[in-house]
């Protein structure tokens, strides 16, 4: 993981928010959940499941969500909770929580065209393949089903730390 500092920046790639090790392990559970996905596929996801929670980390109060496949990288991420826990921190300290819920009606185009555009804001560019909507014809399909929406994206609340205020 980059070295933390008061201001962290992102690195060139974001799967180098993590070792090597750990995105090993979080691509291979993605191919766990889709046993038909290729490995590269699989890392793919992950990269922008990196780069999701990182847009959210450096953008406390803006709703934000990810793909459909995309968050089935991030599902991948939180399962390794030690992982996850030590990037959020790494990020900022804002945990960035996921609230699942799907509905097919839940596709927003802004909520994904915003998320986006932070994320080129950190300096890197979303996987245009990877962060489309919902669709019969995506790229891959994926087990992940939650469809965030106005109601649920994912919204971070800054919070001050203990001995910080």
């Known amino acids: 993981m980059p070295q933390a500092g008061p201001d962290p920046k992102p690195p060139a790639l974001a799967r180098m928010l993590i070792t090597d090790e750990r995105f090993t392990s979080c691509r291979k559970a993605v191919t766990d959940a889709n046993p038909d996905m290729s490995e590269e596929m699989a890392g793919r996801i992950v990269e922008e499941a990196l780069k ?8 406390p109060g803006v709703g934000l969500a990810p793909s459909r496949i995309v ?7 939180i399962l390794h909770t030690v992982t996850y826990a030590e ?3 790494w990020l900022g300290g804002d945990f960035v929580h996921h609230y699942p819920g799907y509905d ?3 596709y927003d185009p802004p909520i994904l065209d915003r998320t986006r555009e932070k ?3 950190l300096g890197w560019k979303a996987d245009p393949e990877l962060w489309g909507p919902p669709s019969d014809e995506a ?3 994926v087990a992940a089903k939650c ?3 106005p109601e649920c994206t994912i919204v971070i609340t800054p919070r001050p730390k203990p001995g910080l205020v």
Do not use: K, M, R
């Open 52 to 59: 999701f929670v990182a847009a959210c980390s450096a953008n």
């Open 71 to 77: 968050d089935e990288g991030w599902h991948a991420l």
């Open 87 to 89: 990037l959020c921190e």
């Open 104 to 106: 097919p009606t839940h």
């Open 119 to 121: 994320i080129a804001e």
């Open 139 to 141: 790229l891959v399909s």
């Open 147 to 149: 469809q965030h929406a």
